[in-house]
């Protein structure tokens, strides 16, 4: 498959993509999120990958949806087009896991695509923010429900009602994300952390993240009840005779995700 507006290669068993709208600082419009969400789905249905990886270049991951594209819709053009949101639901539908790899601007929904990835891993050039009150709009891709379940109401408020930047620092004290590398080595990092999930069970791999989403949708208790049913259920599989078989003989597991 031919992309115009994101790169791909996979590495190993990773599938990374790379956005590659380098003359607008990776700005996100509908082509692009047309091809970001075939080519998740298409490492999605891939035995051969296991993880997944988005990133951007190193002054952008993105500087937010494309500006120019949406700026002469009218109210009936956004809600019966559906332009700009229809297809950002895809990437949250993806089952093995997907890696955010940020370097410099992530705004707006650039700052809201990293949060659908399951973790981010930021370079230590990375800047977050949801700026979208100075265009006279607001986040539209879940920066007002995943920023506060992220880095708290306080926060989340102060980045939003302000506009102003989160820096890598502040957004790993945070909890936004889950650690800070210097920035060349960026690409380096988050290959090798995908390259230790892929090589995880996939079943596993798939369950940890069905359940730890779990969390953001359910009560503790039924959150609990659930991770027991998936836990169950490992016993089920040839990967947790062979995860445990392996350690009581001293070895190094294989696993086969069956
Ligand atoms: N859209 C379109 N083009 C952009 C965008 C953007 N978001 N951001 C940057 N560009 C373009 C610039 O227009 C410029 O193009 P040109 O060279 O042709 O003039 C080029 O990228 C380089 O940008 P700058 O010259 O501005 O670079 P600077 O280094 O001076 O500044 C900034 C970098 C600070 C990132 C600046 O470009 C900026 O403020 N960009 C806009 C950031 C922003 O407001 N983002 C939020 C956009 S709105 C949004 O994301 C809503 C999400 C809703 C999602 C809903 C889906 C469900």
């Not at 290959?191 to 996939?202: E, F, G, H, Q, R």
């Not at 949708?217 to 039924?222: D, V």
Request: with cysteine; proline share 2%; aromatic share 6%.
């Amino acid at each position: 498959m031919q992309y115009e507006n994101i790169l791909v290669e996979i590495h190993g068993k990773v599938g990374l993509i790379t956005l590659n709208r380098p003359a607008a600082l990776n700005a996100l419009n509908d082509k692009l999120m047309d091809e970001l969400g075939l080519a998740l789905q298409s490492f999605d249905a891939d035995d051969d990958i296991g993880c997944m990886i988005i990133t951007g270049s190193d002054k952008a991951f993105a500087a937010g949806a494309d500006i120019g594209a949406m700026a002469t819709y009218s109210y009936m053009d956004v809600y019966k087009g559906d332009y700009i949101t229809r297809n950002w639901e895809q990437i949250r539908s993806v089952r093995k896991p997907v890696i955010a790899a940020v370097a410099g601007y992530a705004l707006g929904g650039g700052c809201e695509l990293a949060m659908m990835c399951d973790f981010i891993i930021a370079a230590d050039t990375a800047k977050f923010g949801q700026p979208e009150i100075k265009l006279g709009i607001i986040p539209g891709a879940g920066g007002t429900q995943r920023l506060p379940r992220s880095v708290s109401k306080s926060k989340a408020m102060d980045m939003c009602l302000t506009a102003r930047m989160m820096d890598a620092a502040e957004a790993e004290r945070a909890g936004l994300v889950s650690r800070v590398v210097v920035a060349d080595k960026l690409q380096e990092e988050a290959l090798a952390a995908a390259t230790v999930i892929a090589n995880m069970s996939l079943p596993m791999v798939m369950m940890i993240k069905e359940s730890i989403n779990r969390a953001y949708e359910t009560t503790l208790a039924e959150g609990v009840q659930f991770e027991r049913r998936l836990f169950h259920s490992t016993f089920a599989t040839e990967d947790q005779k062979e995860g445990m078989r392996a350690f009581v003989e001293k070895r190094a597991a294989k696993f086969k995700n069956v």
